[in-house]
């Protein structure tokens, strides 16, 4: 069956970085786009970046591009992608999620399958 | 962006009732709408895709509806495990973008 597995939680320290990883098993990984959201603690979701792990290319919220944002990368070998946070501050205290996208029509329609959700903490 | 709105952000109900949930986009989004149910220290689960069609696995009591910029999601007969928080997101524009989600607590 379809898995998205992320690796374990993270304290850091502001200013530092985080890199989160996310290995799919299950189906064909460079047919679907893996997304990345965040949840801060008692709030919504918000999108973050996609990957396309047919030929690694990435779209990232406005919110997250620049030096201070979101890279994510990907390793065909493992199945895995990864998405790394820089310049970390508290409000980046979240549960970060990776996501598969499912393409209806040619255009990303739903996520139906989701990582079990690593949580960074931000604190001195 | 477009700015989606969920009512309401609670709710109460008892085993069996019928429960209506109401998403709002800020502007027409056809039918490019999905319903999750999120329970806590879980990730959300897809429940309708494409505004009334059932995700695979999902039992039959839940439905969708709406077209435009009007959605509801309603549970025929609620069930105890049920109560958990339900978001509604939007695909037709970059970013994706969900509601604030509406929770479904036990009367």
């Known amino acids: 069956q379809v898995q998205l597995v992320q690796s374990g939680a993270e304290v850091k320290k502001p200013g530092a970085s985080v890199k989160v990883s996310c290995k799919a098993s299950?189906?064909?990984?460079?047919?679907?786009?893996i997304y990345w959201f965040r949840q801060a603690p008692g709030q919504g979701l918000e999108w973050m970046g996609l990957?396309?792990?047919?030929?690694?290319?990435?779209?990232?919220a406005q919110k997250f591009q620049g030096q201070a944002g979101v890279s994510l990368t990907m390793d065909t070998s493992t199945s895995t992608v990864y998405m790394e946070l820089r310049s970390l501050r508290s409000e980046d205290t979240a549960l970060y999620y990776c996501?598969?996208?499912?393409?209806?029509?040619?255009?990303?329609?739903?996520?139906?399958?989701w990582g079990q959700g690593t949580l960074v903490t931000v604190s001195s | 962006d477009i700015q989606m709105s969920q009512s309401p952000s609670s709710l109460s109900a008892s085993v069996g009732d019928r429960v209506t949930i109401t998403c709002r986009a800020s502007?027409?989004?056809?039918?490019?709408l999905n319903w999750y149910q999120q329970k806590p220290g879980h990730a959300p689960r897809l429940l309708m895709y494409?505004?009334?069609h059932l995700q695979s696995g999902v039992p039959s009591r839940f439905g969708g509806s709406g077209s435009g910029t009007d959605f509801t999601l309603t549970i025929s007969s609620v069930q105890p495990e049920d109560f958990a928080t339900y978001y509604c997101?939007?695909?037709?524009?970059?970013?994706?973008?969900f509601g604030q989600g509406t929770r479904l607590e036990i009367k």
């Open positions: 299950g189906y064909t990984f460079t047919s679907y786009y």
């Open positions: 502007e027409s989004i056809y039918n490019y």
């Open positions: 996501a598969r996208g499912v393409e209806l029509a040619g255009r990303t329609s739903n996520f139906d399958s």
């Open positions: 494409v505004a009334s």
């Open positions: 997101q939007q695909s037709y524009r970059t970013p994706v973008t």
């Open positions: 990957i396309n792990p047919s030929g690694g290319d990435t779209f990232y």
